[in-house]
């Protein structure tokens, strides 16, 4: 994820991304030091190269993920934040947030049932969700190499990418590269559920 995006999130909730260095005990001076330079950080982007005393730079934290899943994430911590807020007594620490097998992966150090809940939707969303564009139409499975989940035009653009690079050990085909996904979308109107099954054909 670009930095840019990364700090988007970063500044709706900086407290989820800070750490105390583990077995240290700051003084006062130190946690006065350290509050007083988040408050800065928020107001004075230049100055977020400044780091704290033994406690980590949200603004220097990395999402191992692309830029196609910035929204689903925003929405997430946002989702988390205001659920802590609720609660009061509890800010919610992400410890690592990533791509793995294709979905989402949030993981924290722990939080309450609904954040459990926002976290667990979001990771079973992405699935939905290219992570290079964002598009949720055509969405499927990149498997050749890294597994990640591509809408069809981005998975296109690859392949044709490798293509002409001579990236591929032996001839292949794009659907041996690229495999469409398969959901069940609910339709809701006044009168009925439809349940309809949605398939994505792709091109050899």
Known sequence: MTKENSNKIVE?????????????????FQKGYNKALAYIHKHIKWTRKIDYIQQTNPYKYE?????????????LVHGIMVNDLKKGDWITKVTQCKEKFGGLRFYVTGTSDKNWSLIRNAEQKSYGVCEESGSEVEVGTWVQGWTQTLCRQIALRRYYDKMDKNEFAQPTKFDECWKPSHKAETIVTKRKRISHLICFNSIG
Not at 14 to 21: G, I, S, V
Request: hydrophobic share 40%; proline share 3%; net charge negative.
């Open 12 to 28: 709706l909730y900086p407290e989820m991304f800070t750490f105390t260095t583990r077995g240290y005990e700051h003084n006062v």
């Open 63 to 75: 999402f191992a993920v692309g830029d196609g899943w910035f929204r689903l994430i925003y929405e």
